[in-house]
């Protein structure tokens, strides 16, 4: 048998070179390469490809002067060449016909027109060929010549019969006959129609009006690569390309040959390519690539018809958790079942497609925005009900966001684009909730990537300080620690408060890096105010969530105290309920290794999240912080009141001492100083301020003034007064 043709694919996208090699690899050689450099040495090189599929549109050199220099060398100038581009002005067709190009495929591509295409042309080469080899041949060898003719006829795999010019089999090939499932001499003279389109057992024989092979003899016209469907002998069908030729001797009609092959098993392979690039394998749905198709013709009818086309984006809340917690094989199951539940609520003429990963669009015609808004309480309805794996419980929600044609764009990459704006700004607002697209937010979403981008750069090149609010004894007045507070010194904008830029750094990894960045400089200045002699104090660093899950937080902190040479009782590591309640298995290992290193751990803002005291119990902590928005109401409000008095009682009974944040006015802090509150922190005593100021303040030895006895007395007789000396309520 004869070598594969060989086929150059030249194409700078590596999926247009993966889809084109998977398409043409069942029955040709393929070759590839990324560029117009490396085509032309592809192509000079053994052995000489026989096609070459050449991509227009590429950097450096482009299909056009490719197709030159492959004119201009003799080893390549005869090899055919097709044009593969999304190019459609007729200039452009005619410039690369005129270069030498003998066909053009449309992007995107069709497997059935860039097989026949290919064929067509390889054929066209393989039949030069052939004829140049022929006439070569028959000057030596023609006396030999009907004995070959012969010989290839029962020999190649494509099933050849000849018919007299009414229609009777007088010559059928091996081939054939095994495709038909019978003998050669039991087909010889039989007629071909009859053999070909069995009858069916349920139906009658089939009519000839459609049949090649009597169209070919009624007619006298050649027939080139009609597709039909034969039957075996056994009933089943038989999916064939056949040409049927006329044989005419002096003009008259003799005859016919038809050659057939099977293409059943390309047709479904083509099939399953095209199911492959279009549908998603996990749930069947269309995929991206499909999804934007139907995007663009919900673009165009909606042009037409001048309706809203609605492009919902959903995305699951919190399933990254479900996944890394029970692995990809029950998200995969999770992911499933949405789907499923998707479509049962979405209409027929509705495109619901997996776009990637958990996220989901749905694609609709709509009448007004109320008719998309239902649509999405619908999508949000369906993921209501529990979701059960392997006997565990799910409550999912999504985000939806949703962009309407032609308000907020007017093609698919636009569209989509919006709609994942508004998704994310519905998930930045807690998830299972639906928001459609304004124009401000792709604004909003340029400021985000351009603060994110500064951070990185200001995280490199020392634009970040901190500053340190000093934490203050109740029983001394003295300073006894300092929270260092980070902020950025944007080159434009000035001095940034946390709030500005924690949370972008939060959502992405700057956090780690950020993170390390003050533990090192806090560590590093307290290290410098024990050496100068001052009082030592305890450096408080805020820990993120992130911290805790992306890392090991006890080695790096361990690494920092040895480099920066602090002792780890100078350091305090202030910690969020959110931090512990997240992974409790993981938060006990990174404690445990945490206080190997003598540090001290507080809780922050305690009481404002889930707070519990079997945490308390198991977890080693050393301290808990009264938030400042209780703080805030200590006078005047007797729910903050209670809650802070709650605070202080429990953290005396588990032996833990207890900060207050956000002391503002001197009644707060005769509240505290009343309540037996250790320690305090705040604009009363000082604001956070520059490392230099704080020396300053450690170096004069400033001290709060504690309250006098009667600045206490509007809290006599709810107090125990246990340092004052004076009585409380019995």
Same mark, same amino acid.
């Given at each position: 048998?004869?070598?594969?043709?060989?086929?150059?694919?030249?194409?700078?996208?590596?999926?247009?070179?993966?889809?084109?090699?998977?398409?043409?690899?069942?029955?040709?050689?393929?070759?590839?390469?990324?560029?117009?450099?490396?085509?032309?040495?592809?192509?000079?090189?053994?052995?000489?490809?026989?096609?070459?599929?050449? /991509?227009?549109?590429?950097?450096?050199?482009?299909?056009?002067?490719?197709?030159?220099?492959?004119? @201009?060398?003799?080893?390549?100038?005869?090899?055919?060449?097709?044009?593969?581009?999304?190019?459609?002005?007729?200039?452009?067709?005619?410039?690369?016909?005129?270069?030498?190009?003998?066909?053009?495929?449309?992007?995107?591509?069709?497997?059935?027109?860039?097989?026949?295409?290919?064929?067509?042309?390889?054929?066209?080469?393989?039949?030069?060929?052939?004829?140049?080899?022929?006439?070569?041949?028959? +000057?030596? *060898?023609?006396?030999?010549?009907?004995?070959?003719?012969?010989?290839?006829?029962?020999?190649?795999?494509?099933?050849?019969?000849?018919?007299?010019?009414?229609?009777?089999?007088?010559?059928?090939?091996?081939?054939?006959?095994?495709?038909?499932?019978?003998?050669?001499?039991?087909?010889?003279?039989?007629?071909?129609?009859?053999?070909?389109?069995?009858?069916?057992?349920?139906?009658?024989?089939?009519?000839?009006?459609?049949?090649?092979?009597?169209?070919?003899?009624?007619?006298?016209?050649?027939?080139?690569?009609?597709?039909?469907?034969?039957?075996?002998?056994?009933?089943?069908?038989?999916?064939?390309?056949?040409?049927?030729?006329?044989?005419?001797?002096?003009?008259?009609?003799?005859?016919?040959?038809?050659?057939?092959?099977?293409?059943? *098993?390309?047709?479904?392979?083509?099939?399953?390519?095209?199911?492959?690039?279009?549908?998603?394998?996990?749930?069947?749905?269309?995929?991206?690539?499909?999804?934007?198709?139907?995007?663009?013709?919900?673009?165009?009818?909606?042009?037409?018809?001048?309706?809203?086309?609605?492009?919902?984006?959903?995305?699951?809340?919190?399933?990254?958790?479900?996944? /890394?917690?029970?692995?990809?094989?029950?998200?995969?199951?999770?992911?499933?079942?949405?789907?499923?539940?998707?479509?049962?609520?979405?209409?027929?003429?509705?495109?619901?497609?997996?776009?990637?990963?958990?996220?989901?669009?749905?694609?609709?015609?709509?009448?007004?925005? *109320?008719?998309?808004?239902?649509?999405?309480?619908?999508?949000?309805?369906?993921?209501?009900? %529990?979701?059960?794996?392997?006997?565990?419980?799910?409550?999912?929600?999504?985000?939806?966001?949703?962009?309407?044609?032609?308000?907020?764009?007017? /093609?698919?990459?636009?569209?989509?684009?919006?709609?994942?704006?508004?998704?994310?700004?519905?998930?930045?607002?807690?998830?299972?909730?639906?928001?459609?697209?304004?124009?401000?937010?792709?604004?909003?979403?340029?400021?985000?990537?351009?603060?994110?981008?500064?951070?990185?750069?200001?995280?490199?090149?020392?634009?970040?300080?901190?500053?340190?609010?000093?934490?203050?004894?109740?029983?001394?007045?003295?300073?006894?620690?300092?929270?260092?507070?980070?902020?950025?010194?944007?080159?434009?904008?000035?001095?940034?408060?946390?709030?500005?830029?924690?949370?972008?750094?939060?959502?992405?990894?700057?956090?780690?890096?950020?993170?390390?960045?003050?533990?090192?400089?806090?560590? @590093?200045?307290?290290?410098?105010?024990?050496?100068?002699?001052?009082? %030592?104090?305890?450096?408080?660093?805020?820990?993120?969530?992130?911290?805790?899950?992306?890392?090991?937080?006890?080695?790096?902190?361990?690494?920092?105290?040895?480099?920066?040479?602090?002792?780890?009782?100078?350091?305090?590591?202030?910690?969020?309920?959110?931090?512990?309640? @997240?992974?409790? +298995?993981?938060?006990?290992?990174?404690?445990?290794?945490?206080?190997?290193?003598?540090?001290?751990?507080?809780?922050?803002?305690?009481?404002?999240?889930?707070?519990?005291?079997?945490?308390?119990?198991?977890?080693?902590?050393?301290?808990?912080?009264?938030?400042?928005?209780?703080?805030?109401?200590?006078?005047?409000?007797?729910?903050?009141?209670?809650?802070?008095?709650?605070?202080?009682?429990?953290?005396?009974?588990?032996?833990?001492?207890?900060?207050?944040?956000?002391?503002?006015?001197?009644?707060?802090?005769?509240?505290?100083?009343?309540?037996?509150?250790?320690?305090?922190?705040?604009?009363?005593?000082?604001?956070?301020?520059?490392?230099?100021?704080?020396?300053?303040?450690?170096?004069?030895?400033?001290?709060?003034?504690?309250?006098?006895?009667?600045?206490? *007395?509007?809290?006599?007789?709810?107090?125990?007064?246990?340092?004052?000396?004076?009585?409380?309520?019995?």
């Amino acid at each position: 048998m004869a070598d594969k043709p060989t086929i150059l694919i030249v194409d700078d996208a590596p999926e247009n070179l993966s889809v084109l090699s998977g398409l043409l690899l069942p029955d040709y050689v393929v070759r590839v390469a990324n560029s117009g450099a490396r085509a032309l040495q592809v192509a000079a090189s053994a052995p000489i490809p026989d096609l070459i599929l050449l /991509d227009v549109m590429m950097p450096g050199l482009d299909g056009y002067e490719v197709i030159k220099r492959l004119k @201009a060398d003799p080893t390549t100038r005869d090899i055919p060449v097709i044009f593969v581009t999304a190019l459609s002005a007729n200039e452009d067709e005619y410039r690369g016909l005129a270069l030498g190009a003998v066909d053009y495929i449309g992007k995107p591509l069709k497997p059935a027109i860039v097989l026949a295409r290919v064929r067509t042309h390889l054929e066209l080469k393989q039949a030069r060929d052939r004829l140049r080899d022929e006439n070569a041949r028959l +000057e030596a *060898e023609v006396v030999r010549r009907s004995h070959q003719r012969e010989q290839i006829l029962l020999s190649v795999g494509e099933g050849i019969c000849g018919t007299d010019a009414h229609g009777h089999i007088v010559f059928i090939n091996p081939a054939a006959a095994a495709m038909l499932g019978d003998t050669r001499e039991a087909l010889i003279g039989r007629g071909a129609h009859a053999t070909f389109h069995l009858p069916r057992c349920d139906a009658g024989p089939e009519t000839s009006d459609a049949c090649p092979l009597c169209a070919c003899l009624c007619g006298g016209h050649a027939i080139h690569r009609r597709e039909d469907r034969f039957r075996h002998k056994d009933g089943s069908l038989l999916e064939v390309e056949l040409t049927c030729q006329p044989i005419l001797e002096d003009g008259a009609l003799i005859g016919a040959v038809t050659t057939f092959r099977d293409i059943g *098993e390309r047709k479904r392979y083509i099939a399953e390519i095209e199911h492959k690039s279009n549908f998603d394998a996990l749930t069947g749905l269309p995929n991206r690539n499909l999804l934007t198709d139907r995007i663009a013709q919900g673009v165009a009818r909606c042009r037409e018809s001048g309706a809203l086309l609605a492009v919902v984006l959903i995305n699951l809340d919190r399933f990254k958790a479900v996944n /890394d917690s029970l692995g990809h094989a029950a998200g995969d199951n999770l992911l499933q079942e949405v789907a499923r539940r998707f479509a049962a609520v979405t209409p027929g003429d509705v495109t619901l497609a997996r776009s990637e990963g958990d996220e989901f669009v749905v694609v609709a015609d709509s009448e007004d925005a *109320e008719a998309v808004t239902r649509l999405g309480q619908e999508l949000l309805g369906a993921l209501s009900g %529990p979701c059960r794996l392997d006997e565990r419980q799910f409550f999912l929600s999504a985000s939806l966001g949703m962009a309407l044609y032609p308000r907020d764009g007017a /093609d698919s990459e636009t569209l989509l684009h919006n709609a994942g704006a508004a998704m994310t700004r519905a998930k930045h607002a807690g998830g299972n909730l639906m928001k459609f697209y304004a124009v401000e937010m792709n604004a909003r979403a340029l400021e985000r990537l351009d603060l994110e981008n500064g951070l990185r750069h200001a995280i490199e090149h020392d634009e970040l300080v901190l500053h340190y609010q000093p934490q203050v004894s109740l029983s001394t007045g003295a300073i006894i620690g300092a929270e260092a507070l980070v902020r950025w010194q944007h080159p434009q904008r000035g001095l940034l408060p946390p709030v500005d830029f924690i949370p972008i750094a939060e959502q992405s990894d700057l956090i780690l890096a950020l993170g390390e960045w003050v533990l090192r400089t806090a560590c @590093a200045q307290n290290r410098v105010w024990r050496e100068s002699g001052l009082p %030592p104090i305890t450096v408080g660093v805020n820990l993120s969530a992130r911290q805790f899950t992306s890392q090991d937080i006890a080695a790096m902190t361990g690494r920092v105290l040895r480099e920066t040479g602090l002792p780890g009782d100078a350091l305090e590591l202030e910690l969020t309920e959110t931090i512990l309640m @997240a992974d409790t +298995e993981a938060f006990t290992r990174a404690t445990e290794g945490l206080k190997a290193l003598s540090i001290s751990l507080s809780i922050d803002d305690f009481g404002t999240g889930f707070s519990s005291l079997a945490y308390l119990r198991r977890f080693s902590i050393d301290r808990l912080k009264i938030d400042q928005s209780f703080v805030r109401g200590l006078v005047e409000d007797a729910s903050s009141a209670a809650i802070a008095r709650a605070i202080i009682s429990l953290s005396h009974s588990l032996s833990l001492s207890v900060i207050a944040e956000g002391v503002e006015t001197r009644e707060q802090l005769a509240f505290l100083y009343a309540y037996d509150c250790d320690e305090m922190q705040g604009y009363l005593f000082s604001r956070p301020i520059p490392a230099e100021a704080f020396e300053g303040l450690l170096r004069e030895g400033r001290e709060l003034a504690l309250p006098e006895p009667e600045e206490t *007395e509007p809290f006599r007789g709810e107090a125990t007064f246990g340092r004052l000396g004076l009585p409380g309520r019995q």
